[in-house]
């Protein structure tokens, strides 16, 4: 038991984020003047009166100063013997260092011993805020500094909401941290807590040791603790781990080592329950997670990001870090690329790990890329696009397929500062292999198309080539105007495509990457209608746009608006992109920054044939500062795989006075008639310590066992910290604010 418990510090990693954002009680210090300090070993001494005794010793009265080559001691009298090397002082005892002030009543001090001891003390560390007081106060050049019957706190005199006493706390010589023996934890003047030892930070440098733990409720885990412990193993690497006890599911461990070197920086993580009390046979649960960003060499990098679980409801019932309850898909990727002036190459193998009842995605094993840029002359460009996939899907069902991608393309771009104008003729060549499951009629999705619901005949060798070209131009109109008595500059920018593609049919051919694209204002200029290469829709279209911008005069966007449409001259012949109108929906964007206080974003498409609004989002905040805030939302979409979508939300953070602040979510689902979720934090705050307290009830998601979310099951949680300032972690007001299943996030950035 005392092995055990003579392990336990605190984390100086969190104290580093603490002396950078926030402001702790330090008590006011007299100034230390490095200069003032003597050199060669010789210590001054100055007073209003002075007398030798026996040629020894020397008694000086009176605004006592002594300065020696590490230290400056002022005192009302002061004795020193034995030719300066020992010294005794008394009467309002002033000591100060590069690192540590102390008043008190009298001091000693032996040169030949390399020793100071002070009785009755108050000391300040220069360091980090901390202070308290002593009955001896010894410091050493060997061992460092120690105290006796001692009391520490980063609170003001008179303030202490927070405090801990110790029989005796030692900081070694160059030590990084200081040793405290029994302890005992005092929070509002009651005690909380003892420990037989206790360590604690007295530098900013990074150091092993508990962080301040999680304390929360919840339906799906009832009361959870959760104590991560911070390993500094070294430099470049430090792990954290987190063992965390829940009483509806069991002991839970959650684990995240790090590393960084000059080229490459990565992290993994581990969560592993062994036995989940909250399942009918304990099951064993687990997530794993690898980050890892590097370079081999000048030109090439290497990128993996590699994750799993346990099961489909992992996520929604024990939380994640990482990712929100509402994911389907969890990557498995490795990529390596190779970038220079004029090539570039990718390789990836791209899989996923499939959560819940989702149709199983296809794993490109592997996906090479090339493309090679040429410039052919001082008006004509060239480049070649090139890619070679080879899917793979788990259901027997559906065909696995290689795939190969030639675009060469020439071009003849022309810019100036009052506008572009771009000419282009590219070729499509591509090229597939398809291993069809028995019977040539293949059900991509159980027998249908997913794209438009009609059967697929598919060749297991299907070559296509498509020819196309495109005409775009732009032009930049400026003008200063005066608005509201302020000059601004307004830039108008209209622009304009043609885009002619050939058609050939390819309902011959799967669908590996393919989805259709939403029709945003920068999706128009495009001229497709699907991501991926498995459908290349036919094109004979004009496409028209601008946009308009006020920019101030410290060259600020204040306000931004684009509105485009497509003109189709005639109806695309590709079955999966038969187009009930001779134009696309109208889509529009909208950004306004009012004020420095105000900011408004939209963005709407519009079909033009039933003038009915298909999608839109509108977003309005109130900003005072990073913890002052007010934000609304809307979002709508008319059928997303067969749903209507109408949600409105509001998000806020707000002080209440110097010490108390709130922050809350509320989302409401109009057409379902319910809330969907509601989140509400509240926080005291001093400047040592700080309580933090949130709420949360939200949709729950969770799967039931034929894979199906649930829509109708919600769950709620409590979640209680404590902080103590400049020795645990802590996070800003309007971090509270971006938990929960929504989050939030500012509605747009101008530059």
Known sequence: MVKLISTITLSASAFIVNAQTVELCVPQTNEFDPSELTSNKQINVSADAAQMIQDRSALFNGNVAIISPSSIINADVAQIDDNGKQVIASGDVLYRDASLQVESQGVELNSELKLLQMQDTDYQFKDIAGRGSADLLSLSGEQGLRLENVTFTTCPKGGEDWLMSASEIVIGKDSPFGEAYNTKFFLGGVPVFWLPYFAFPVTAER??????????????????????????????????????????????????????????????????????????????????????????????????????????????????????????????????????????????????????????????????????????????????????????????????????????????????????????????????????????LNPLDGSLNPLDGSLNQLDESVSRTIGQARLYGSLIFEKENLVLNNKYLLTVEPKAQYLYTSYEEQANIGLYDTTPLLTTFNNLFRGQEFTGLDRINDNNQFTFGATARLIDQQNREKLVVSIGQIFYLQDSKLINSVREDNRSALAAEFDWQVNQRWFLHSDIQVATQTQQVERSSVATEYRVDENKLIQMNHRYIRDLSGEEINQFGVSASWPINKNWHWVGRWYRDTKASRTTETFTGIQYESCCWALRMTYQRNLSNRFDATGMRSIDEFDSGFALQFIIKGIGSRKSNSDILEQGMFGYRQPYVLN
């Open 207 to 440: 150091q092993s040791g508990l962080l301040f733990p999680n304390i929360g409720s919840s339906t799906r885990t009832g009361v959870e603790y959760e104590q991560p412990f911070y390993w500094n193993i070294a430099p470049n690497y430090d792990a954290t781990i987190s063992p965390r006890f829940m009483t509806n599911r069991g002991l839970q461990l959650k684990t995240e080592f790090r590393y960084l070197f000059s080229q490459s920086q990565g992290e993994l993580q581990l969560e592993y329950l062994p036995s989940d009390l909250d399942t009918d046979n304990d099951d064993e649960r687990y997530f794993y997670r690898y980050l890892h960003k590097g370079k081999i060499s000048e030109n090439w990098n290497l990128n993996i990001d590699f994750n799993g679980l346990s099961d489909d409801n992992y996520i929604v019932d024990l939380g994640s870090d990482y990712y929100n309850r509402a994911d389907t898909h969890l990557y498995r990727q490795l990529g390596l690329s190779y970038y220079s002036e004029n090539l570039d190459f990718s390789m990836q193998f791209r899989d996923f790990d499939v959560v819940g009842d989702h149709p199983d995605v296809y794993r490109a094993l592997p996906e090479m890329k090339l493309n090679y840029r040429s410039d052919l002359g001082d008006y004509l460009d060239f480049e070649l696009a090139s890619e070679a996939a080879y899917f793979e899907n788990s259901l027997n069902s559906r065909p696995d397929a290689f795939r190969v991608h030639i675009e060469p393309s020439l071009s003849v771009p022309y810019q100036r500062a009052w506008g572009e104008l771009l000419a282009e003729v590219s070729v499509l060549q591509t090229y597939y292999e398809q291993d069809l499951p028995d019977g040539s």
